[in-house]
């Protein structure tokens, strides 16, 4: 989805650095999310928010953190990364009624050597 | 959520209507059906979405059967840039549960020309 922008797009980083993604929107919802992808498997939920400063673990919390400052910004950090937490990153949004659908970026690719 | 069974590959010819069956045999009376596709690694586009009712939009029909324990993503008239890997995603809406789309390992179609 064009209104949901992931940055960097792809990065290249070493065992033990600091790493943030962001995802920003513009579709004003208030439920965001992050999830991760292993090759050949499904979409794993990591963070999600549902509004400013609201922060909920997901199913594989561990060795990430999260930030919500703003409605539209939602930035997912590993503190110290490790080589298993190589894949692909994936941002989602979500308007505040449950059974509405997610809407994802395009996500960003993290290799950690 | 309930659980879904995709076939793991299909084949259709250009220009012929696809046909993507799902079964979801515990599905609940709340819990709605998404469809989702996602092309190479881009970031998985929402297609359509149902409860009890037939759905169309300008990308799909979703056909739910009256018990609804299976449904079928109908793509009208495939074309080349169709083929990708099509999810089928049970999920319910209720409050603080059901955050979480469950992606599994979908359909692969592949439309040939």
């Keep these: 989805d064009a209104d949901v922008t992931q940055t960097p797009r792809n990065r290249i980083t070493k065992t033990g ?12 919802h208030d439920r965001m999310y992050w999830y991760r992808q292993d090759p050949g498997l499904g979409l794993r939920l990591i963070y999600y928010s549902f509004d400013v400063k609201d922060i909920n673990k997901g199913e594989i919390s561990d060795g990430y953190s999260v930030s919500r400052q703003a409605q539209a910004k939602f930035s997912l950090s590993l503190e110290s990364a490790i080589p298993n937490q190589t894949a692909l990153y994936f941002c989602a949004t979500q308007l505040q009624t449950s059974n509405q659908p997610q809407h994802f970026g395009d996500g960003t690719r993290l290799s950690i050597l | ?29 709340n819990e709605y059906v998404y469809w989702y596709r996602q092309i190479h690694s881009q970031g ?4 359509i979405h149902g409860l009890k009712n037939n759905e169309t939009n300008e990308m799909a029909s979703l056909i739910i059967t009256e018990d609804r324990k299976s449904s079928t993503l109908i793509l009208p008239h495939a074309t080349l840039r169709d083929t990708a890997v099509y999810y089928c995603i049970v999920r319910e809406s209720k409050g603080y549960t059901g955050n979480q789309f469950y992606f599994g390992t979908g359909t692969s179609l592949t439309v040939i020309p």
Excluded: F, V
């Design chain 2, 44 to 47: 998985p586009q929402y297609i």
């Design chain 1, 17 to 28: 650095k600091r790493i943030m993604l962001e995802c920003s929107q513009t579709k004003g």
């Design chain 2, 1 to 29: 959520d309930a659980k879904t069974t995709q076939p793991p590959s299909m084949d259709c010819a250009e220009g012929r209507a696809a046909n993507l069956p799902c079964n979801h045999s515990t599905i609940s009376g």
